[in-house]
Structures are given as structure tokens and as C-alpha cells.
């Protein structure tokens, strides 16, 4: 079955950086669009970067120019790094499997999700 585990995360000052990772497994990967979403307390969740089956990206405005999302298919591993955190970034982040190649097409398997605070 699909899974998808995720690692980094954290406390961290604003200004800083972190990266997740998200190990999958249960399907093919390179033939998957694959999103990190995240919720902060009290939001509905939100979409913030995608990556196509074939490398192309979505950000969503928020984090443009701050977070890049890639992928190793070889490996199974999607990441995000993220950089120049805003405490508005504080969220639970979640990776998550697309339902194709595009990551218009909608996603429908998360991860545990992982904290990241920023602290102001």
C-alpha cells in the first residue's frame, strides 16, 4: 500500500532554514506528481509546492522564491527546502501523492505530517 514518510521539521528562529523529506513507497513514484501541503492551527490546508512526474514545479505565492521543492526518483524521496522562514510558516507539513502526473490533477495519500514552529 501507499506510504509516505516524512522527516525534518522542527524549531526553528525566522530567517532560517529547515528541509523535509518524505520517503514513499506502495506505488511508482516517478510517475506521480507529488505536493507538500500544510495547515497551520485553526486553517483549512493548503497546497504550497508541487512537482510534476516530470520535474516541472508549483508554489504557491506564499513561499515563491523562499521554499524549492525537488525529487530523486531513483531513490523514492521527495523534498522541500525551505529557507527565509516567516512565522507565518508555522504549520504542520504534510507530503503528499498525486492522482498523476500533473499536480493539477488533485492528491489523495498524506503523510503523518511534521511541525515546524518559527519563532519570531
Known amino acids: 500500500q501507499v506510504q509516505l514518510v516524512e522527516s525534518g521539521g522542527g524549531l526553528v528562529q525566522a530567517g532560517g532554514s529547515l528541509r523535509h523529506s518524505c520517503a514513499a513507497s506502495g506505488f511508482t513514484f516517478g510517475n506521480y506528481a507529488m505536493g507538500w501541503y500544510r495547515q497551520a492551527t485553526g486553517k483549512e490546508r493548503e497546497l504550497v509546492a508541487a512537482i510534476t512526474s516530470g520535474g516541472s514545479t508549483y508554489y504557491a505565492d506564499s513561499v515563491k522564491g523562499r521554499f524549492t521543492i525537488s525529487r530523486d526518483n531513483a531513490k523514492n524521496m521527495l523534498y522541500l527546502q525551505m529557507n527565509s522562514l516567516k512565522p507565518e510558516d508555522t504549520a504542520v507539513y504534510y507530503c503528499?501523492?498525486?492522482?498523476?502526473?500533473?499536480?493539477?490533477?488533485?492528491?489523495?495519500?498524506w503523510g503523518q505530517g511534521t511541525q515546524v514552529t518559527v519563532s519570531s
Open positions: 503528499a501523492k498525486g492522482r498523476g502526473s500533473s499536480w493539477y490533477m488533485g492528491y489523495h495519500y
